[in-house]
């Protein structure tokens, strides 16, 4: 099978990209209910409707009702590690994930597409690499910021049970791509200029 063109192995990814573009807004939708779930308990335990166990860990109980008297009664037993010092950053850390994931899979569509053309060499082409290494850098970065974000709110808000789990560990591979992507995005850049002189020289 071909790499490039119609009914290629490009075209073939094309569609992966498309299905990946519509699982993540899915994964995004389900991160913004679940922020909107997790404000709705916070404003429940602040109106004292919902025992502050349940995100600390530990047992409690679930009242909605009259009084908290009986509609709705539920008990529990769980280990904690919902509190917001370590669920916000959490969802900080999905959105960005998700939105430059968004990003970069449109961007490797429009790529794919003059692939599945037979045109790699535009000079779009170049742009959509280089945005796609900058977002890649941007999630890398913002990771580091946001845990180390974690760190200090465990630190200064966090009990002995959820005492700071988290590592900051440097994902070589990702660094890796990143540089790769520098280089794959001028070889576009120096491919597109090349055509263009070679079409006007014709």
């Not at 009914?7 to 939708?29: E, H, K, Y």
């Not at 860990?57 to 509609?71: A, K």
């Not at 769980?78 to 950053?89: D, E, F, N, S």
């Not at 200029?193 to 014709?202: G, P, S, V």
Request: aromatic share 10%; proline share 2%; charged share 15%.
């Amino acid at each position: 099978m071909k790499a490039l063109g119609k009914g290629s192995i490009a075209s073939i990814i094309r569609v992966g990209l498309m299905i990946a573009w519509w699982v993540l807004w899915v994964a995004a939708a389900c991160v913004g209910l679940g922020a909107i779930g997790y404000g709705v308990i916070l404003l429940l335990i602040s109106n004292g409707m919902v025992d502050p166990n349940l995100l600390e860990g530990g047992g409690g109980n679930v009242n909605l009702g009259s009084n908290g008297g009986g509609e709705f009664h539920v008990t529990y037993d769980q280990a904690g590690g919902g509190t917001w010092p370590v669920v916000v950053p959490a969802f900080l850390i999905a959105g960005v994930a998700i939105a430059g994931s968004l990003i970069i899979v449109w961007r490797l569509r429009r790529l794919f597409d003059s692939f599945s053309s037979g045109e790699p060499f535009r000079r779009e082409n170049a742009k959509h690499l280089r945005v796609i290494w900058i977002t890649m850098l941007v999630i890398e970065v913002s990771r580091y910021l946001l845990m180390a974000l974690t760190h200090v709110l465990l630190g200064v808000y966090g009990g002995p049970d959820v005492e700071a789990n988290y590592t900051l560990a440097v994902d070589f591979s990702t660094w890796g791509s990143i540089l790769i992507l520098i280089v794959l995005a001028e070889v576009f850049r120096e491919g597109a200029r090349l055509k263009e002189e070679q079409e006007l020289t014709i």
